[in-house]
């Protein structure tokens, strides 16, 4: 502060000195590496590191005398003061200035002359303690254990320094490091070290010396601290074999691949199977390959140590020569124990080597530019699908390449399309190659030539397909535009049996296809030479083409191909059968063979004898994925060419199963749920196509991605609406229809009726008529029919009947007509009955003297409301007395309510007949309490109480007759 406030002052005072000092520089050691570094602003250096000061001295003033002197924290050095500078620029030095205090100072030169005191700028200089580190409290857990043993060891670490610093620490067993790491420690602060090691080695089975050494770097000097040592003790593990490991070319790259649980491999390839042995005994250890169960003791044989404690590896190679799952493990034994490891699964597959086939080029001539399609099969012989990369080549060039997948097993096609765009002759070929374990591998297919001119033959048919002795007819097409020639056509066998020419003459501004048509005639059976010639007006060649043709004998006869299975899950066993009938009276030796998608896959040769037919069966085995065409042939018949079979194999990854229907019977229209798995074992997604089938029809479909190695559900919905039994299966594109279930569909109850009868047709009123109708149930189902009872198309009665499927039955329905009409009477919609109801006679009374009047008190004494029919009549006497009088009345009472009904006079020798018809249409009961006084003028009456309780949906009569009897009303 003093020496800033000393600066201010020259400046305020405006002091102009001829003296300066600039560039005051502070040089210390670098604190990491200790490479000089200076700084004229601020640095940092340790507590007693020797540091180089300097400064620039100036002087405008020739030759005049200045002295300079080293400043800190405002204080001059005296020691340090140079004298007697009279040369400029000076520069002042003073080298090895130590710092003894940590904290921060301040560093400045000054330079006098005889009259000013000038000071250079100020450097800042931290100084910190060295970052020297103290290890302590060496802890190691747990001091003994049986090897492998895992331990922990952990020290403290202090930084002395005043700076944060960074330490290598080093885990040391018996003097060697085995593991390391790097701390940063905070400064003045301490923090632990911990390591994690597992002693496992020989050397580490006993004793064991364990300690922490940290280094560090200073100033380019280089710092060691060790602690303590800790023993710890190893024992040896008891003997026992493990992590038993197989390792294999990688299928693809060929680099070594590793497992101790599972592995694939490739057929014959050599493999490595190692595994690490203990051993606690002092008696020899031997070890062997334990191959699918067997212990290899002969062949796979290692000999192991004496020595106690031993931890030792086996090595041995072994090639998988057998396709499938198998295991590997490695036994060690004593001679009398046997000690066993891990198991690891070793899938064997064939390589994916693949084969080319049937290459096809079309058209082979044509005029330029000529577009060709090259096609030929790739089987993939292998075990697992693989990636191939074709090429198409003309003339030995690649023109064209594509990268085609085939499953395992399989066989696809390979498609390419190129343009020959210059006339010649070209050879045409495919050649793929792959890598398969790291190797290149490569195939190729025939070559097939295709001729490119001017003028062209085109691909000659000859029809009828299957040719027996007689006419045939040769179609020859010729392509150009402008061109006048000849063609020739000969057919020959051991001698020439048809020849013939024609002249070709185009002339067109474009080109344009001719076909001339000849028509041999073939005598015999045989195999005869078909020879298309072009030539020019010179008779010169310009194009040739020649075809086998197979004339057969009708005498021999290949029919009936049958092929069994036509579909599963590869690999696919197959039987094809075929009949062969010798027509001939003598024995045939026929050569069969077995055509699968077109390539003779097999034959055999058979003795046919006279006049028989004999059975042909192939049985073909591991049928790959994919959809094949199977034919048959012999040498004397063509391949039965209506006849093929397609067998359908699907991969035995995917599969389709749980088929459930619900449900599996019901009255149409009847809604059906099908569900059924779906299993994805592929380690890819797949898309999937999902269909229904009804009656082998299929009625729906849906899409679906199914992920690897998983199992989801397909579930469809479908109506059936009619009746019948239905078959119902669920199947995929990529697997099979599964086994169907059966849903049995019926019609639901439908019911007619017929035979209607009324009786009676006619009578007086009230008169009770009676209806009976045949009811039938012409459904799949049982049901419940209501008839119903119509009068003038009223519904007065119903009554429900239960039919079974295809049954009959009668209902009867009766009902009472009061009133005189004519009614037409039906049960449901039949034709209805007419029904003639009468007035009854009533004859006029004959008039006597003193008749008298009858009369009927009717009182409601109950405590409702009662409604009721009441049906009177009147007659002369009271055994068989002539009705003269009837009266129909409808009385509806309240309670307490009375009614009187006056019958009129009458001689008191009549009598009355009296009904009352109560009827309860409720669901509860009705009570009836009914006052009746029947009265006679002159006689004593006669009172009669009706109290009923009447059920629900019931009606109850009452009948009540009276007369004189004596003066007093009789009543019964």
Wanted: one cysteine or more.
């Amino acid at each position: 502060m003093l020496l800033a406030m000393v600066l201010a002052v020259f400046a305020l005072a405006g002091v102009a000195s001829a003296v300066n000092v600039s560039n005051v520089t502070v040089a210390a050691p670098n604190l990491q590496t200790g490479q000089p570094t200076s700084s004229n602003t601020s640095i940092t250096v340790f507590k007693n590191t020797p540091c180089n000061i300097s400064a620039t001295i100036t002087n405008t003033t020739v030759n005049e005398v200045s002295n300079a002197t080293l400043v800190v924290d405002n204080s001059p050095v005296n020691t340090t003061t140079v004298t007697n500078i009279t040369t400029y620029p000076y520069t002042y030095t003073y080298n090895n200035y130590t710092f003894t205090q940590t904290g921060n100072h301040t560093v400045t030169v000054m330079a006098t002359n005889s009259t000013n005191t000038v000071y250079g700028n100020i450097v800042n200089v931290t100084v910190v303690d060295p970052p020297y580190a103290t290890l302590s409290n060496l802890t190691v857990t747990p001091t003994s254990g049986i090897a492998p043993l895992t331990i922990t060891a952990t020290c403290n670490i202090t930084n002395t320094g005043g700076l944060a610093w960074n330490y290598t620490a080093f885990l040391n067993v018996n003097g060697t490091p085995v593991a390391n790491q790097t701390i940063t420690v905070p400064a003045n602060s301490t923090l632990p070290i911990t390591f994690t090691y597992t002693l496992n080695q020989l050397s580490q089975i006993g004793t064991n010396n364990i300690n922490i050494t940290v280094t560090t770097t200073i100033v380019g000097i280089t710092y060691t601290y060790t602690t303590n040592n800790v023993t710890v003790t190893v024992s040896a593990p008891p003997t026992k074999v493990y992590n038993v490991t197989v390792t294999a070319p990688n299928l693809q790259t060929g680099q070594p691949t590793s497992s101790n649980t599972t592995i694939t491999v490739f057929k014959n390839t050599t493999c490595t199977i190692s595994a690490t042995i203990t051993n606690d005994l002092t008696d020899t250890k031997n070890a062997t390959l334990v191959y699918d169960g067997n212990a290899l003791w002969g062949t796979a044989f290692q000999q192991g140590c004496s020595t106690a404690g031993v931890i030792w590896t086996y090595n041995q190679t072994y090639q998988f020569s057998e396709v499938g799952n198998h295991t590997v493990s490695v036994w060690a034994t004593n001679g009398t124990t046997v000690v066993k490891g891990n198991t690891v699964t070793v899938t064997v597959l064939n390589p994916p080597y693949a084969t080319l086939s049937n290459l096809t080029v079309t058209p082979t001539s044509g005029i330029a530019p000529l577009t060709i399609t090259a096609t030929c099969n790739i089987t993939n012989t292998g075990g697992l699908a693989w990636n191939y990369t074709a090429f198409l080549n003309v003339n030995g060039t690649p023109v064209a390449n594509q990268t085609i997948t085939v499953p395992a097993n399989s066989t696809l096609p390979i498609t390419f399309t190129y343009t020959l765009n210059q006339t010649g002759t070209y050879n045409i070929y495919v050649y793929v190659n792959a890598t398969i374990a790291g190797q290149p591998w490569n195939c190729t297919t025939n070559i097939v030539p295709v001729t490119v001119g001017m003028v062209a033959l085109g691909d000659i048919t000859v029809s009828p397909t299957t040719i027996y002795p007689g006419q045939i007819t040769v179609a020859v097409p010729v392509t150009s535009a402008n061109f006048t020639g000849y063609l020739n056509v000969t057919i020959n066998a051991t001698n020439v049996v048809y020849n013939a020419n024609t002249t070709v003459n185009i002339n067109a501004p474009t080109p344009q296809t001719i076909t001339y048509y000849f028509y041999p005639y073939i005598q015999s059976p045989g195999t005869y030479t078909l020879n298309v010639t072009l030539l020019d007006n010179n008779l010169n060649m310009i194009q040739n083409k020649t075809m086998n043709i197979t004339v057969y004998d009708p005498n021999y006869v290949l029919s009936n191909l049958v092929v069994t299975p036509t579909s599963g899950v590869a690999p696919l066993n197959i039987t094809a059968t075929a009949n062969f009938t010798n027509k001939y009276s003598t024995p045939v030796n026929v050569t069969a063979i077995l055509y699968i998608d077109g390539s003779a896959v097999a034959n055999q040769t058979i003795t046919v004898p006279a006049n028989s037919t004999l059975p042909i069966t192939f049985n073909y085995p591991n049928l790959g994925v994919g959809t094949h065409t199977i034919m048959m042939g012999t040498n004397v018949t063509t391949i039965l060419p209506t006849s093929n079979v397609t067998v359908k194999v699907y991969d035995p990854n995917y599969v389709l199963s749980n088929l459930v229907v619900t449900p599996t019977s019901g009255v149409a229209p009847l809604n059906i749920t099908a569900t059924a798995n779906f299993t994805n074992k592929y380690s890819t997604p797949v898309n999937v196509t999902a269909t229904l089938y009804v009656n082998g029809a299929a009625v729906a479909s849906r899409a679906l991605t199914v992920g690897n190695n998983t199992t989801v559900p397909i579930t469809f919905t479908y109506t059936l609406t009619q009746a019948g039994t239905y078959n119902v299966t669920i199947g995929t594109n990529v697997t099979d229809v599964l086994p169907p279930v059966t849903v049995t569909v019926t019609t639901p109850a439908n019911f007619t009726l017929s035979n209607l009868t009324v009786t009676p047709t006619s009578g007086v009123a009230p008169l009770t008529i009676t209806a009976t109708a045949k009811v039938t149930n012409t459904g799949g189902t049982a049901g419940n029919y209501t008839a119903t009872l119509y009068v003038n198309n009223n519904a007065v009665n119903q009554t429900t009947v239960t039919v079974g499927p295809g049954n009959s039955t009668t209902v009867s329905l009766s009902y009472t007509l009061t009133q005189a009409g004519t009614y037409n009477v039906t049960i449901g919609n039949l034709t209805p009955v007419t029904v003639n109801v009468t007035t009854p006679v009533v004859p006029t009374p004959t008039p006597v003297v003193q008749n008298k009047t009858f009369s009927i008190i009717l009182r409601n004494t109950g405590t409702s409301t009662i409604t009721f029919k009441y049906y009177i009549s009147v007659y002369t006497n009271p055994v068989n007395g002539t009705k003269v009088y009837y009266k129909e009345l409808t009385i509806t009472l309240n309670a307490g309510q009375e009614t009187t009904i006056d019958l009129g006079k009458y001689p008191d020798t009549y009598a009355v007949s009296t009904t009352a018809v109560f009827t309860n249409t409720g669901r509860n009961y009705m009570s009836v309490d009914l006052y009746a006084k029947y009265n006679i003028e002159g006689c004593a009456s006669q009172v009669k109480i009706i109290s009923k309780d009447i059920p629900p949906r019931t009606t109850i009569k009452d009948t009540t007759r009276f007369t004189n009897k004596n003066g007093t009303v009789d009543i019964w």
